[in-house]
């Protein structure tokens, strides 16, 4: 029988994974990540406990009580071409709750005898494990696949074709595995899920500026606050904590006539703050953050994008960790430059 038939057969049926000593429920998951009852898919469910916010994602925990929040907040663009991982392995099921999931496929007859028959011999008749490994409840716990979040139309989420297998309490999967959950794929799947602060910045003048006059820029320094996601996976007693923490804010003003403060366009993020509120009597002064340009923008206006580099790194169980690549976010705002009017007398 062919793959898609087989996965088709799967997705109907809902596997109950359980934890600690076998007597508590873990997580429910589709198997292969397909949706739930509510339409979304069934490997990531919401969940509000003492105020504070966390998702599952099959196996994996996050917390997000320390991430950024509100409407303009968004997902950072790595600096590099490296992607979060599309798929990984992790605890999925004990041997009561891998018995019940295969168990009505087989039944069913839906998926063929040879490949039902394969199955048998893996999982129950010796070939390598006996009765769903029954004998081992409470000390280990059937791995298999899971997809990541956001990635599932990702080629790479089809790179995780183990079979589902066994890892006893204590021990490593089998090392041929490069996509088994640890510490640091879990600051990966961390990363995955940081979400930042939107860029608009406060200009003065506000509304509409003048031609070569020196346009302030800044940002709400309370808003930019390092912020942070926590990714664990409870069965196996091991976390990752993923930390954005913002750096410098870029300024391109959207054309090429015009002058950048500092020259570079890059404001470095100092003692927490973001540039610098203009304030009465500064007219005169060159902004240490902003912008100067030197022609109007006619009938329309000039597309100005603010954009924050965030340093990454991580922190995990066992391990002192390390950077990440960093990754930006910004936003665009229209930016009014008018003519100054003179008077000829």
Sequence with gaps: ?????????????????????????????????????????????????????????????????????????????????????????????????????????????????????????RYVNGKPYTDFNKDKAGKGYWWDSYVTPGREGDPGALDCTKPIFWVDTGDKPPADIPQAVTPE?????????????????????????????????????????????????????????????????KIDPGTSDAVTYPASGVCEIKNGSIGEAYAKGKAGETPPCGVKYLHSSGTGSYPLKATITWNISWKGTGTPGGPLDDGTFGATQDVIVQEIQSVNR
């Design 185 to 249: 794929i879990l600051s990966q799947l961390a990363y995955n899920q940081i979400r930042v602060p939107g860029t608009k910045v406060t200009l003065a003048p506000a509304d509409k500026t003048k031609v070569n006059l020196p346009t302030w820029a800044w940002l709400n320094a309370a808003e930019f606050k390092p912020v942070s996601v926590t990714a664990s996976v409870p069965a196996l007693g091991i976390s990752a904590t993923t930390t954005a923490t913002p750096h410098s804010l």
């Design 1 to 121: 029988m062919s793959a898609v038939a087989r996965g088709t057969a799967c997705a109907f049926l809902v596997g109950i994974v359980l934890w600690t000593s076998g007597a508590a429920a873990w997580a429910t998951v589709t198997p292969g990540g397909g949706s739930g009852t509510n339409g979304t898919n069934s490997q990531v469910n919401g969940d509000q406990k003492n105020g504070e916010l966390s998702a599952t994602a099959g196996a994996v925990v996050y917390d997000l009580s320390n991430n950024g929040s509100g409407a303009s907040t968004g997902a950072v663009t790595p600096t590099s071409t490296w992607t979060p991982p599309a798929c990984y392995y992790a605890p999925k099921y004990s041997p009561d709750a891998l018995e019940a999931y295969l168990t009505p496929i087989w039944a069913a007859d839906s998926t063929g005898y040879e490949w039902d028959a394969t199955q048998r011999d």
